[in-house]
């Protein structure tokens, strides 16, 4: 028994210096180059700090910042990236049970009987305590428990770079999950932005269709003063049926609004409402952009593609394993006797140690195949990874160029719907004074209406912006320090 321990650890130190001589086959990963700008064409500030986690508090809306809280709790998206995630997690950790040896166990009872060839007789009892006689038989009973361990030596480093793919992969998994978060985030923010634009826009309405039941009044008095035809008072109904119209427009667009934030919040839309606002002076926040090389450390969609990229690079080195042979340590021990006090002694101890080797010999080219196709994916994996950070720049710079036009047309649409607000009252004096007819009242009017209708709009549309630029520079997120992380 000595000489048995003595040659199990033997082979132990020569097992350890196997796996650590031996080198993990496949190229060791090196992020390749990928298209990035020194400076954005808009001038921007480079050295303002990111948005903060919580972004959308840039806005300082107290309902928005409630409805974003729920997001993270109670989104399905979110729950099933995270669910992935874990999944993912998982498979790194039955991956590292791979390069550590597996102990099993295994015991039983085995009872067996027979004729005896000398002839004799042996009792058994039967139910109720009744012998039996059964004349030329024999049984025994044999108790056998087995230790076994068996270890892969991973001197080609299959086990090594499956590892690193899981790894890979279970980071890819997490920069998912925090994309999906971001996204459901961000399109939160927009509806609820629309939302509280429809609001207005509502508000808008609601006010000219009083200006225009003023105007209806008019027209009906002078009608029947004899002053003005009929045509007149049919144009000012038409107005006002238009702007009750578009208030109804508005409504229907609000309660698509309030369904989808219901929906991203994990409610269903039935029971949930968002109680309009009277007044919403909500203005829009400066979102700092930052150099252009950290966009790739703030984007999690490009760490997705990054690290995506890392996990096919390690499959390369797992399909060049298998040209070279498996090897296996194997041992046992095996405990057996008849006697189960007996069990334990050294006289029912047997057992066994070696090594075992396998290796294909021929497979018409099957290995090489599967090389090529991991060499192949790790060049797919190389090209979506670029594309996604050209894509990523595209979209910053789209962002930053709206945000630049987006403020000028505001200010235009903003002198405009001025001019245009007086214009209205002076034609609409002078339709009162008999000195204009009542079609010059409608184009003033209407061309009034469609101005503040546009302001309000772009309004809009210059706050929506700053969440997707927001969301394109990877809201508060930045990619994690991958040398420490799971």
Not at 201 to 216: D, N, W
Not at 284 to 296: C, D, H, M, V, Y
Not at 320 to 343: C, H, K, Q, R, W
Request: with cysteine; aromatic share 6%.
């Amino acid at each position: 028994m000595l000489s048995i321990r003595r040659a199990a650890r033997s082979l132990v130190p020569v097992a350890v210096a196997a796996v650590l001589a031996g080198c993990a086959l496949g190229p060791n990963y090196k992020r390749p180059d990928a298209a990035v700008t020194e400076h954005y064409k808009n001038p921007v500030d480079t050295t303002a700090p990111a948005p903060p986690d919580q972004w959308w508090t840039l806005f300082g809306d107290s309902v928005l910042n409630d409805l974003e809280q729920q997001v993270e709790v109670s989104n399905q998206n979110i729950a099933q990236a995270a669910a992935a995630y874990m999944q993912a997690r998982a498979v790194v950790r039955q991956d590292r049970s791979g390069l550590l040896p597996s102990v099993s166990l295994s015991g039983g009872v085995t009872r067996s009987g027979g004729a005896s060839e000398f002839g004799g007789s042996s009792i058994v009892t039967g139910t109720g305590g009744t012998g039996i006689i059964v004349p030329g038989s024999t049984t025994s009973t044999s108790y056998q428990l087995s230790p076994s361990a068996s270890w892969e030596l991973d001197v080609w480093g299959r086990l090594r770079r499956t590892l690193e793919n899981g790894r890979a992969s279970a980071q890819a998994s997490a920069a998912d999950l925090a994309n999906a978060k971001l996204s459901a985030q961000s399109q939160l923010a927009i509806a609820y932005l629309e939302l509280r634009g429809a609001d207005a826009q509502r508000k808008l309405l609601a006010g000219t269709e009083t200006a225009y039941s003023r105007t209806l009044t008019i027209t009906q008095n002078k009608y029947k003063a004899g002053v003005s035809a009929r045509t007149d008072v049919l144009q000012a109904q038409s107005q006002l049926y238009s702007a009750q119209e578009q208030e109804q427009s508005e409504l229907l667009q609000r309660n698509q609004y309030e369904n989808a934030i219901a929906a991203l919040v994990g409610k269903s839309a039935s029971g949930f409402t968002i109680a309009p606002l009277d007044t919403w002076d909500i203005g829009t926040p400066q979102i700092p952009a930052g150099a252009p090389s950290e966009l790739l450390q703030r984007r999690p969609d490009v760490a997705v593609a990054e690290r995506q990229m890392a996990a096919a690079n390690a499959t390369i080195g797992v399909q060049e394993a298998a040209y070279f042979p498996a090897i296996d340590l194997t041992g046992s021990y095996s405990l057996v006797s008849t006697a189960a006090n007996m069990l334990f002694k050294s006289t029912s101890l047997s057992h066994s140690i070696g090594a075992s080797l396998s290796q294909t010999l021929l497979d018409f080219g099957a290995r090489r195949a599967q090389v090529d196709e991991a060499r192949d994916s790790y060049a797919q994996a190389v090209a979506s990874y670029r594309q996604t950070v050209l894509t990523a720049f595209q979209d910053v710079e789209n962002d930053l160029t709206g945000a630049d036009i987006y403020q000028k047309e505001y200010e235009l649409l903003r002198l405009n719907s001025e001019a245009l607000d007086l214009s209205e009252t002076l034609t609409l004096n002078e339709y009162k004074a008999g000195t204009v007819d009542f079609t010059t009242v409608v184009v003033a009017q209407t061309s009034a209406l469609n101005a503040r209708l546009s302001l309000a709009q772009m309004r809009v549309t210059r706050q929506t912006n700053a969440v997707t630029l927001i969301t394109d520079l990877g809201g508060g997120w930045k990619m994690p320090d991958y040398s420490h992380y799971e």
